[in-house]
């Protein structure tokens, strides 16, 4: 009975150390090359384009103009897409929960909006809502933190 424990407990650790490598690896395909695109990007003259195109619209938010690359890759990837932008920007901790707050609400819009046209939901209608609560959450919690 004790081997038949033991046998389980090294099966279950083998195949949780196993999967959470797995996981890992995933993880790391998305952030990794984003972390270096966004790396160079913050050595050229292409992220202070970015960042003064954006900047009047994302100071609504209390954000700078270089937090845009956050949301976009947020909501057209995925949030794994975002959090490897947003580690090789320098964001105060204020941003980034601002910006997390707004991808918790609106994120990966192409499959998720797949996603719930399949069970029947407006493409139009999950985009507006996902979309209006973060922009309203951004707002507020723009104000909340000061």
Not at 27 to 45: D, E
Not at 86 to 101: D, G, H, Q, R
């Amino acid at each position: 009975m004790q081997n038949a424990q033991k046998s389980l407990s090294t099966g279950t650790i083998k195949r949780g150390l196993l999967a959470g490598i797995d996981v890992t690896w995933q993880l790391a395909r998305i952030v990794i090359p984003i972390y270096f695109v966004v790396t160079f990007l913050k050595h050229t003259p292409v992220l202070d384009i970015i960042s003064g195109l954006f900047s009047p619209l994302m100071r609504v938010f209390g954000l700078p103009g270089k937090a845009a690359i956050v949301l976009v890759l947020g909501n057209v990837v995925n949030l794994y897409a975002a959090i490897g932008a947003m580690v090789s920007l320098s964001l105060t901790l204020k941003e980034i929960t601002v910006l997390a707050i707004m991808l918790s609400f609106c994120h990966s819009l192409p499959v998720e909006t797949a996603l719930a046209k399949k069970i029947g939901l407006s493409a139009i209608n999950v985009i507006a809502v996902r979309a209006g609560l973060a922009i309203l959450s951004g707002i507020a919690f723009n104000l909340i933190l000061g």
